[in-house]
């Protein structure tokens, strides 16, 4: 099993930029695909961007693609998010998440594993 630990977030202004880490411990981060989802009140849980185990596949989901970029360092157990050009709509809870995955892909959803969320608030 695997314990994930998010920080980074905060308040940042529309055009501004944030990174979010994960660092997860228990297991070594290398045998799981990572994700981050985010999530407002009265709304689903929504993808934003997964990567592989090796970090060479990643996905994202429409409402951020071109601006944000996920990352990892296996050899830190971290994955990382950076978020740039922010927008008001990109205030939420983001979440990471974990799977483990021999197949080296990314995906959207099937995670086992979640953190306990960092909150990012993007003021207009």
């Known amino acids: 099993q695997v314990q994930l630990v998010e920080s980074g977030g905060g308040l940042a202004q529309a055009g501004g930029s944030l990174r979010l880490s994960c660092v997860a411990s228990g297991r070594p981060s290398s045998i799981y695909a990572m994700g981050w989802f985010r999530q407002t009140p009265g709304r689903e849980r929504e993808f934003v961007a997964s990567?592989?185990?090796?970090?060479?596949?990643?996905y994202y989901g429409d409402s951020v693609k071109g601006r944000f970029i996920i990352s990892r360092d296996n050899a830190k157990n971290t994955v990382y998010l950076q978020m740039n050009s922010l927008k008001a709509e990109d205030t939420a809870v983001y979440y990471c998440a974990a799977m483990r995955d021999d197949n080296d892909g990314a995906y959207t959803v099937g995670y086992e594993y979640w953190g306990q969320g960092t909150q990012v608030t993007v003021s207009s």
């Open positions: 990567s592989s185990t090796s970090g060479i596949q990643t």
